[in-house]
């Protein structure tokens, strides 16, 4: 069993910046593919980036594409989102995932990730 838990969302204004963590537990994640994801009210679950098992071939939504920086360390099993020019359209809560298997590329589909944290809440005043 793995289990996430994002931090590091919050308040802010059009144009700031925001540095979401995902940290995982219960077993090392170095060899799984990861993503992140977010829901703003009333909306589906949409696709923000996902990279390899092994940090290559990162990949953005087209939404949030040099916006957005995903990273990971695994000697900390940790996560990351890197947010700036931040709009109120990425109002939303936010969410880290693990893929189903091993050694994965990443996918912007949800069904093919497992393990999912609770989100943490962004919002982004105009």
């Known amino acids: 069993q793995v289990q996430l838990v994002e931090s590091g969302g919050g308040l802010v204004q059009a144009g700031d910046s925001l540095r979401l963590s995902c940290v995982a537990s219960?077993?090392?994640?170095?060899?799984?593919?990861m993503g992140w994801f977010r829901q703003a009210p009333g909306k589906e679950l949409e696709f923000v980036a996902a990279?390899?098992?092994?940090?290559?071939?990162?990949f953005y939504a087209d939404s949030v594409k040099g916006r957005f920086t995903m990273s990971r360390d695994t000697a900390k099993n940790t996560l990351y989102l890197q947010m700036s020019s931040l709009k109120p359209e990425d109002t939303a809560l936010y969410y880290c995932?693990?893929?189903?298997?091993?050694?994965?590329?990443?996918?912007?589909?949800?069904?093919?990730?497992?393990?999912w944290g609770r989100g943490t809440q962004v919002t982004v005043s105009s």
């Open positions: 995932a693990v893929d189903t298997a091993r050694y994965g590329r990443g996918t912007r589909y949800p069904t093919n990730y497992k393990y």
């Open positions: 219960g077993r090392t994640v170095s060899t799984y593919a």
């Open positions: 990279t390899a098992w092994n940090g290559g071939g990162t």
